[in-house]
């Protein structure tokens, strides 16, 4: 009964994209997860049920929004919306309301249209954006495709520079050394030298911010210059809640005679001789399987699951030494009364359709960082509001709505014998008033509230330090560095045992690359299909 063509060791959405490619070739697969629900980071709660709210209010717990899985063609080849998937379009994707002023910055998924929103405001940056779009765009399109294989040691510049001088796709003719500079500066760097106005730099530095390095990193260009992909693919939210995806992945599985276990932490991976061939559970059920794929974190599978003692010491020290960082942000997850009626735009009829950049300056996301480097969490926070009411009435029913708002930069360890557990609802609180700032109607609205510190987010997913991409997307560790040159093409050194994770190339965010070049990695190793 226990006996599987492949276990995967948790539900998380890359884990579960590996696990369907398996499925739909035949293997008999059995997913473990250690919580009660699944979906990892892509999952979603109901809350709050009272007598005032029977229905209670559907809450994400991870992440909301989905960008980039729908630009790998993903969704389609597995065909989840037979499987209850229903997407609902963000647009504009996101805003940017004008700090103590009036009006907003929309970024439309249709070019044209945000270009008009942009000359409300920064008219001087109008011809700036569509330069700036057109040219990332055409990066973006190579940095896809190799987002969408398994990195080789040829990979980042070598392939880029080949790439620019065989066919141009990239840089027109005579800009490859100055796109090249671009690439390999910091997408602080990159906003400066691109835009003037300075409500256009706030608003785009803020959201290349989720990619998690500083703006000042070296070779974060194009953290921003993937803004030039929203306007091809949007910007979407799954009906009902952000696990909507992860539930239809598992409706596939099962529908293909896969088993998804819940309550099942893996304690262990089984090895023989070299060769995992099973997994061990907290309560010591022993699972059996031909091959072992972990979405859990690359330090949790290696050092913990498998073991040093199945290791030698240069891999053991090399997985040490990968960098998780300290800390990401945190999220408070609310239930409130009405939506945010945003003194910049109170009448707008598009700024709840998608996200709202609530950072006031480049300087005030600069000062937050710098309280970040003191190991303390930001006096100002920069906040990333979410309010998904407002187009999907199935979250919140009973005339209420949901607030989500994401915040940056908040350390995991901090200084000065602060605790995370003494300290988070005080931190909550500073989140919370940033939204009241820009939309003062928001005071005394909030019905209650969902809290996710760093350590809350580290120990409800598994994400260690909080980090929510696992280990730091730094240049160092993207392409064949992530997360080690041995582990990158998602293979270890034990037989049979892979990984699929976002601390896999080519990193976290609602993706699904890893778990696909996964997929294809094992597939194309194990030719055989299995069939029941």
């Known amino acids: 009964m226990n006996k599987f063509d492949a276990i995967i060791i948790g539900s998380g959405h890359n884990g579960l994209i590996t696990a369907c490619y398996l499925s739909k070739a035949g293997y008999r697969v059995c997913v473990l997860e250690r919580r009660d629900t699944i979906g990892g980071a892509v999952s979603t709660e109901t809350m709050f049920r009272s007598q005032e709210n029977p ?26 919306t037979n499987y209850g998937l229903e997407y609902i379009e963000m647009d504009p994707i996101m805003s940017y309301p004008v700090p103590g002023g009036r009006g907003v910055i929309h970024f439309f998924r249709d070019l044209e249209r945000t270009l008009d929103s942009i000359g409300q405001v920064a008219p001087e940056d109008v011809a700036n954006y569509r330069d700036f779009v057109e040219f990332w765009g055409r990066i973006n399109k190579g940095v896809l495709r190799a987002f969408m294989v398994p990195p080789s040691g040829k990979n980042i510049i070598t392939e880029m520079i080949r790439g620019q001088f065989r066919d141009g796709s990239m840089f027109k003719k005579g800009e490859q050394t100055a796109g090249l500079q671009k690439i390999l500066s910091s997408y602080g760097k990159v906003v400066e030298s691109a835009f003037e106005n300075p409500h256009m730099k706030a608003a785009l530095m803020w959201f290349a911010a989720q990619s998690g390095p500083t703006p000042d990193m070296p ?14 693919s949007g910007a979407k939210h799954p009906r009902g809640g952000s696990g909507m995806l992860t539930r239809a992945m598992a409706n596939l599985i099962e529908n293909h005679g896969g088993i998804i276990k819940t309550g099942n932490p893996v304690k262990s991976i089984d090895i023989e001789n070299g060769r995992a061939r099973g997994v061990v559970t907290d309560n010591d059920h022993f699972f059996e399987g031909d091959l072992i794929v972990s979405n859990a974190h690359v330090q949790t599978t290696m050092l913990k699951m498998v073991g040093r003692e199945f290791l030698d010491e240069t891999m053991v020290k090399k997985v040490e030494d990968i960098q998780v960082g300290n ?92 605790r995370w557990d003494d300290i988070r609802e005080r ?23 969902y809290i996710q510190s760093p350590l809350d987010i580290e120990r409800k997913h598994g994400m260690l330090k909080g980090n929510v991409m696992h280990v730091e997307m730094n240049f160092d560790q993207m392409f064949m560095f992530r997360p080690t040159p041995e582990l990158s093409r998602y293979e270890t050194p034990i037989k049979n045992l892979y990984l699929s994770s976002a601390s896999c190339h080519p990193g976290g965010g609602v993706f699904g690359a890893a778990g696909y070049n996964a997929a294809n990695v094992i597939l194309k190793k194990h030719k055989r299909k299995k069939l029941y």
């Open 219 to 232: 070779a974060t260009g194009d953290f921003v210059g993937w803004q030039s992909m929203l306007h091809q």
């Open 427 to 449: 931190e909550a609180e500073k989140i919370y008033r940033v939204v009241e700032g820009y939309a003062p109607n928001m005071k005394g609205k909030l019905i209650d509230w």
């Open 327 to 418: 800390g990401f942000g945190m999220v408070i997850r609310c239930a409130v009364q009405e939506l945010p009626q945003y003194t910049a735009a109170p009448e707008d009829p598009y700024i709840h359709n998608g996200m709202q950049l609530l950072a006031p300056s480049v300087q005030y996301m600069y000062d937050a960082i710098g309280d970040y480097h003191k190991r303390r969490p930001p006096e100002k926070p920069a906040v990333l509001a979410m309010t998904f009411s407002k187009i999907d009435p199935d979250v919140a029913r009973d005339g209420n709505h949901t607030l989500f708002a994401w915040a940056q930069w908040h350390p995991y360890e901090l200084s000065g014998g602060l």
């Open 55 to 80: 229905n209670g209010f559907r809450m994400d717990v991870g992440s909301s929004v989905h960008i980039m899985i729908h630009q790998t063609g993903i969704l389609e080849e597995l065909e989840l």
